[in-house]
T-cell receptor, first 112, second 112 residues
Framework: KQEVTQIPAALSVPEGENLVLNCSFT??????LQWFRQDPGKGLTSLLL???SQREQTSGRLNASLDKSSGRSTLYIAASQPGDSATYLCAVFEYSNYQLIWGAGTKLIIKP | EAGVTQFPSHSVIEKGQTVTLRCDPISGHDNLYWYRRVMGKEIKFLLHFVKESKQDESGMPNNRFLAERTGGTYSTLKVQPAELEDSGVYFC??????????FGPGTRLTVT
C-alpha cells in the first residue's frame, strides 16, 4: 500500500531564504507526482507535475525533482517571499489505481 | 477556459440531514474525481468517474454516500443522512489524457 510522507510538517523561515520541502513515497510504481499549494480556506493549486520518466520540472522560482528509484521528491523554493506562505502538498498518481495518494503537507511560513 | 467549479462553497447542516455537493469539471475532461480532507488528516480519494461510469469507488466511506455523473458532465455527491464525522472539505478534480488533475476550490461541509 502506497504511503506518502512529507517532512517537515511545518517550516518557518525569514524572507529571502532558499528552502527545500521533502516528499517520500513507499512504492516507486507511480505514473507521476504533483506538488500543490493550499492557502487557508482555499482550494488546491497545482504547482508542478513530474512524469515518472522525468527528473525535474521548473516554474519560476520553483523547482521540483523526482528520484523514483529512491522514492523521493523535493520542492525547492528560491528567494522565498511572504506570499509563498501556504501549505504545500505532494501527491503521487498510481496508474494501477487511477487515484492520487497524498502526503499530509508542509505548512510553510515566510516571515517578512 | 473555465476551471473546475464546485457548489456550494460552504454548507452547514445538522446531523441526519441530507446534503448534495456539485462539481462541474473542465469541459472535455472525461475523468472526474472526488476527494475529501477531514480535520487533521490527509486528503483521501473517494471515487473516480470516466465519463458517466464509476471507474473506482473504493474510497467511498459507506452507503450514506452516493455519487452520480449525469451524462458524463457534472457530478453530484450526496450524503444522506449526514453524520458528524462527515465534516471536512470535499474536493473535486478533473483530468484528461495526461492524468494531470485540476482541482476545484472545494466545498467545506460542517455537520453539527
Amino acid at each position: 500500500k502506497q504511503e506518502v510522507t512529507q517532512i517537515p510538517a511545518a517550516l518557518s523561515v525569514p524572507e529571502g531564504e532558499n528552502l527545500v520541502l521533502n516528499c517520500s513515497f513507499t512504492d516507486s510504481a507511480i505514473y507521476n507526482l504533483q506538488w500543490f499549494r493550499q492557502d487557508p480556506g482555499k482550494g488546491l493549486t497545482s504547482l508542478l507535475l513530474i512524469q515518472s520518466s522525468q527528473r525535474e520540472q521548473t516554474s519560476g522560482r520553483l523547482n521540483a525533482s523526482l528520484d523514483k528509484s529512491s522514492g523521493r521528491s523535493t520542492l525547492y523554493i528560491a528567494a522565498s517571499q511572504p506570499g509563498d506562505s501556504a501549505t504545500y502538498l505532494c501527491a503521487v498518481f498510481e496508474y494501477s489505481n487511477y487515484q492520487l495518494i497524498w502526503g499530509a503537507g508542509t505548512k510553510l511560513i515566510i516571515k517578512p | 477556459e473555465a476551471g473546475v467549479t464546485q457548489f456550494p462553497s460552504h454548507s452547514v447542516i445538522e446531523k441526519g440531514q441530507t446534503v448534495t455537493l456539485r462539481c462541474d469539471p473542465i469541459s472535455g475532461h472525461d475523468n472526474l474525481y472526488w476527494y475529501r480532507r477531514v480535520m487533521g488528516k490527509e486528503i483521501k480519494f473517494l471515487l473516480h468517474f470516466v465519463k458517466e461510469s464509476k471507474q473506482d469507488e473504493s474510497g467511498m466511506p459507506n452507503n450514506r454516500f452516493l455519487a452520480e455523473r449525469t451524462g458524463g458532465t457534472y457530478s453530484t455527491l450526496k450524503v444522506q443522512p449526514a453524520e458528524l464525522e462527515d465534516s471536512g472539505v470535499y474536493f473535486c478534480a478533473s483530468s484528461q489524457a495526461n492524468y494531470e488533475q485540476y482541482f476545484g476550490p472545494g466545498t467545506r461541509l460542517t455537520v453539527t
